[in-house]
């Protein structure tokens, strides 16, 4: 139980262009979920926290114009990275929180901008 | 969040017990320990928490000390798969759509050796 599926795994997008991946809570609801990203050899870093209904709340230094996070159901959360720059490849990674299990992860999706 | 230290690295022999101490020395009476793993490019995995008593699951087993200060992750019988970053985060457990952040330190690269 508690699975995050996370799409796509990975994604090649030109500068300027936007991308969005997809964060689904498979057999719960998932009222919060959680953005990381991670760069190369660095541990993971949280971006925001994702409240269904609500807005996001980005933690300090996210440009929250730039990684737009929608939370419309129960069951879905999403993140836009806007204009994408090389800058911003990165692994990014979906969480959410369970009684049971605490945390639990997607599979995180491999950004690369050329 | 009560702060975690773990050493950067260990080496263990496949098909011996691999054991990752944790340190938190500062970790609050509701708080209890969880312990992740991330396998190069992949999401984080689940392992075991625990508030005060030792726990054992199909993974791996957790002992933590009296005082709570300490903890040390158990895998038994450690094959080349579980080479991977292990995490050691102390948080107060998630009731379900908690909006509490799940912060990472560097944790542990356990590298199994055939």
């Known amino acids: 139980g508690a699975v995050v599926s996370q799409h796509p795994s990975w994604v090649i997008c030109k500068s300027g262009t936007s991308v969005k991946i997809e964060c689904r809570s498979l057999d719960f609801q998932a009222t919060t979920m959680f953005w990381y990203r991670q760069f190369p050899k660095q541990s993971l870093m949280l971006m925001a926290t994702?409240?269904?209904?609500?807005?996001?709340?980005?933690e300090q230094g996210v440009e929250k114009d730039k990684f737009l996070i929608n939370h419309a159901s129960l069951t879905l959360s999403t993140l836009t990275v806007t204009s994408a720059h090389p800058e911003d490849s990165s692994f990014y990674i979906c969480?959410?929180?369970?009684?049971?299990?605490?945390?639990?992860f997607g599979s995180g999706t491999r950004l690369t901008v050329v | 969040d009560a702060k975690t230290t773990q050493p950067p690295s260990m080496d263990c022999a496949e098909g011996r017990a691999a054991n990752l101490p944790c340190n938190h020395s500062?970790?609050?009476?509701?708080?209890?320990v969880y312990w992740y793993r991330q396998i190069h490019s992949q999401g984080p995995q689940y392992i075991i928490h625990?508030?005060?008593n030792n726990e054992t699951n199909e993974m791996a087993s957790l002992i933590i000390t009296e005082d709570r200060k300490s903890s040390t992750l158990i895998l038994p019988h450690a094959t080349l798969r579980d080479t991977a970053v292990y995490y050691c985060i102390v948080r107060v457990a998630p009731s379900g759509g908690s909006n509490y952040k799940l912060t990472f330190g560097k944790g542990t690269l356990l590298t199994v050796n055939p």
């Open positions: 994702s409240n269904e209904g609500s807005k996001a709340t980005y």
């Open positions: 500062t970790i609050s009476g509701n708080e209890y």
């Open positions: 969480s959410a929180s369970t009684v049971s299990y605490g945390y639990t």
């Open positions: 625990g508030l005060k």
